[in-house]
């Protein structure tokens, strides 16, 4: 009898002691923020960072909901030829957007007395502009409380360019895309991972024309054959789905693709080369008309929320 009691005690001791292992692994489970918290001022700032040797300026615009330790997602948002990041804020209305979604929105400076994104150069350089996203995202992952699998980037013109060199390149991890009259590719693309992708384009842009052409940043291939080819990259199916969204707005999709990516397109068959649903402000090159029918930073922001990938 005591060596019966003697061992439903031994056994009853291992029981506590399980319980208890289990407890601890609940209580050490890694937790979805950032501890010690990351501030930092709401409201935009000028900062500065170094990459590739030189200064680099951008703004960052911080919720107002913003704490320093919750999981928040990142947006970089690039300005057209001889813009600037408050005129790509203003044109956008994006800001308005971050705050109502808690959404830390970043806009860099690009370089040039008439700034200018170097796409083509590749991120192997230190000194290119492909390198100093990748430098910038780094530093802002440490910087402000990042959800590594929320980081997107959009653009307007050469901005657009740029973010879809980015997604062409791959080694910076954004979860999608978001681009507005710029396309661009390149055989070089097929070797990154499939890319999300919402664009749109105006059948009448002048200044980057639907159709292609030499233009004041180099040749640009027509935006058909740009986004067949990110449709064919992703190994989505190959009808796309077609519908009027608005009396001059025809909505490409297609759905279905590689890793859960998709590719959206947007053509306005009255549109110049201008950011659909902007505001009119003083912004680089720009012409023709802004049509109001839709609204691109909605949209973008909508698709963003849609695609989160695996970062780190």
Not at 70 to 89: E, K
Request: charged content about 20%; overall charge neutral.
């Amino acid at each position: 009898m005591r060596r019966l009691l003697v061992l439903a005690a031994i056994l009853a001791l291992f029981a506590t002691g399980m319980a208890s292992c289990g407890r601890a692994d609940t209580i050490r489970k890694p937790r979805d923020d950032c501890a010690p918290g990351r501030s930092l001022p709401t409201g935009s700032t000028q900062r500065t960072i170094e990459s590739g040797g030189q200064h680099r300026r951008y703004l960052v615009h911080v919720p107002p909901g913003y704490d320093g330790s919750t999981r928040t997602p990142l947006v970089l948002l690039f300005h057209g030829l001889g813009g600037s990041p408050q005129a790509v804020l203003d044109t956008t209305n994006m800001g308005k957007l971050a705050d109502k979604d808690d959404t830390i929105l970043v806009a860099p400076l690009a370089r040039g007395r008439i700034t200018e994104w170097d796409f083509r150069t590749p991120i192997s350089d230190p000194t290119s502009d492909l390198a100093f996203v990748r430098d910038l995202v780094k530093e802002l992952k440490a910087d402000a409380c990042v959800d590594p699998s929320r980081v997107y980037a959009a653009g307007f013109s050469n901005g657009s360019v740029l973010a879809l060199a980015l997604a062409c390149d791959g080694t910076t991890d954004f979860a999608a895309y978001g681009a507005v009259s710029g396309p661009y590719w390149s055989d070089s693309c097929r070797k990154s991972p499939p890319a999300s992708i919402i664009y749109f384009h105006g059948l009448r842009d002048k200044v980057v024309p639907y159709a292609g052409a030499e233009t004041v940043i180099g040749p640009l291939p027509p935006v058909n054959d740009v986004m067949a080819s990110w449709a064919a990259h992703d190994s989505c199916p190959a009808a796309s789905a077609t519908t009027t969204v608005a009396q001059h707005v025809r909505h490409f999709t297609w759905t279905k693709c590689k890793d859960g990516s998709g590719v959206n397109v947007y053509v306005v068959d009255n549109g110049g080369h201008r950011w659909p649903g902007g505001t009119q402000v003083p912004s680089g090159r720009v012409s023709g008309v802004m049509t109001q029918e839709i609204d691109a930073s909605t949209l973008i922001w909508r698709f963003f929320e849609e695609h989160a990938a695996g970062g780190q």
